[in-house]
């Protein structure tokens, strides 16, 4: 792996201290805080309240199940207050029915995961996929959620923000959720994978953040200099899958953030002898790679 391309969390001298969490590697403090789980080419991040409140914001692609349930292990934690699904995509939704079965596998027994509430978009127009039916199906509680929603816990809030009508026969993404989030003093802008004329109105909407969760896993077309001068955040994370065929993070995103302090959970592009283009122009002295779930303590806002 070239040189640049690996974590160095120690060195990351800024008021947010990103926490490589990865198997074989410390687990995280204890206390409130965002957790980005490394689910492959998708997304899911963890959120955990000062009085052990758990919130899920999507479950990535089928597989990322297992990443799921060792996070919610790894912090003791047994059910999930609410679940949030940014819209209907399966790197989004495909680990949700597997992950409710439990460590086991198997729905109906002992260690299913408890489940209070489920928020999305609505099912109207949801894709027609194994996966979507599958959510659609799930015998858990949900809520169809519009712009001005909101939920809060002790030091937890999770508000729906306005990202602007999406176009006529608008692709699935155009369709998702945003999310203002804070967790304790700590502010994250969650844009699903909206596009960058939605991503510039939910930024607008929820003002200065501390962390951006990069739209559509580091996509050029999901970020733009508007959405950054809006938001004004310290730190930019990205989801991603290493050698995915997208080639996210794309190097047109990194160059936009040459100047700003970014982590990826992973990245294609970094061979040189790979499909991707190579990245290392556009990569910056503040970018990182994980290779693993990200931690961000909320005391580390301060």
Same mark, same amino acid.
């Given at each position: 792996?070239?040189?640049?391309?690996?974590?160095?969390?120690?060195?990351?001298?800024?008021?947010?201290?990103?926490?490589?969490?990865?198997?074989?590697? *410390?687990p995280p403090p204890r206390g409130p805080g965002l957790r980005f789980i490394d689910v492959g080419q998708g997304s899911s991040l963890l959120l955990v309240g000062r009085e052990g409140q758990a919130v899920l914001v999507d479950a990535g692609p089928p597989p990322a @199940?297992? *990443?799921?349930?060792?996070?919610?292990?790894?912090?003791?934690?047994?059910?999930?207050?609410?679940?949030?699904? @940014?819209?209907?995509?399966?790197?989004?939704?495909?680990?949700?029915?597997?992950?409710?079965?439990?460590?086991?596998?198997?729905?109906?027994?002992?260690?299913?995961?408890?489940?209070?509430?489920?928020?999305?978009?609505?099912?109207?127009?949801?894709?027609?996929?194994?996966?979507?039916?599958?959510?659609? *199906?799930?015998?858990?509680?949900?809520?169809?959620?519009?712009?001005?929603?909101?939920?809060?816990?002790?030091?937890?809030?999770?508000?729906?923000?306005?990202?602007?009508?999406?176009?006529?026969?608008?692709?699935?993404?155009?369709?998702?959720?945003?999310?203002?989030?804070?967790?304790? @003093?700590?502010?994250?802008?969650?844009?699903?994978?909206?596009?960058?004329?939605?991503?510039?109105?939910?930024?607008?909407?929820?003002?200065?953040?501390?962390?951006?969760?990069?739209?559509?896993?580091?996509?050029?077309?999901?970020?733009?200099?508007?959405?950054?001068?809006?938001?004004?955040?310290?730190?930019v994370v990205i989801s991603a899958g290493g050698d995915n065929s997208y080639c996210h993070p794309h190097a047109e995103t990194l160059s936009l953030l040459h100047n700003h302090r970014v982590w990826s959970t992973d990245l294609a592009g970094a061979s040189p002898h790979?499909?991707?283009?190579?990245?290392?122009?556009?990569?910056?002295?503040?970018?990182?790679?994980?290779?693993?779930?990200?931690?961000?303590?909320?005391?580390?806002?301060?």
């Amino acid at each position: 792996m070239h040189p640049i391309f690996f974590s160095l969390s120690l060195l990351l001298a800024a008021p947010l201290h990103p926490l490589d969490v990865g198997p074989g590697l *410390a687990p995280p403090p204890r206390g409130p805080g965002l957790r980005f789980i490394d689910v492959g080419q998708g997304s899911s991040l963890l959120l955990v309240g000062r009085e052990g409140q758990a919130v899920l914001v999507d479950a990535g692609p089928p597989p990322a @199940s297992e *990443a799921i349930l060792a996070a919610l292990a790894e912090h003791d934690l047994a059910a999930v207050d609410l679940w949030v699904f @940014s819209h209907f995509d399966n790197d989004h939704i495909g680990g949700f029915v597997r992950a409710l079965a439990g460590p086991d596998n198997i729905a109906g027994t002992a260690d299913d995961l408890e489940l209070r509430e489920r928020w999305d978009r609505g099912l109207d127009d949801a894709p027609d996929t194994p996966a979507a039916t599958a959510y659609a *199906a799930a015998e858990v509680p949900r809520r169809r959620v519009r712009a001005g929603d909101r939920w809060d816990a002790p030091g937890l809030s999770i508000r729906v923000v306005p990202a602007g009508s999406p176009p006529e026969r608008a692709a699935e993404n155009a369709l998702g959720l945003a999310l203002c989030i804070e967790v304790e @003093s700590l502010r994250l802008l969650a844009p699903g994978d909206l596009p960058v004329a939605q991503v510039e109105a939910a930024a607008r909407a929820c003002g200065a953040v501390d962390v951006l969760w990069a739209s559509h896993h580091g996509s050029r077309t999901g970020i733009s200099q508007a959405v950054l001068t809006a938001a004004a955040p310290a730190l930019v994370v990205i989801s991603a899958g290493g050698d995915n065929s997208y080639c996210h993070p794309h190097a047109e995103t990194l160059s936009l953030l040459h100047n700003h302090r970014v982590w990826s959970t992973d990245l294609a592009g970094a061979s040189p002898h790979g499909s991707c283009a190579g990245l290392a122009t556009a990569w910056g002295r503040q970018h990182h790679v994980a290779l693993a779930d990200l931690w961000l303590a909320a005391g580390e806002a301060d």
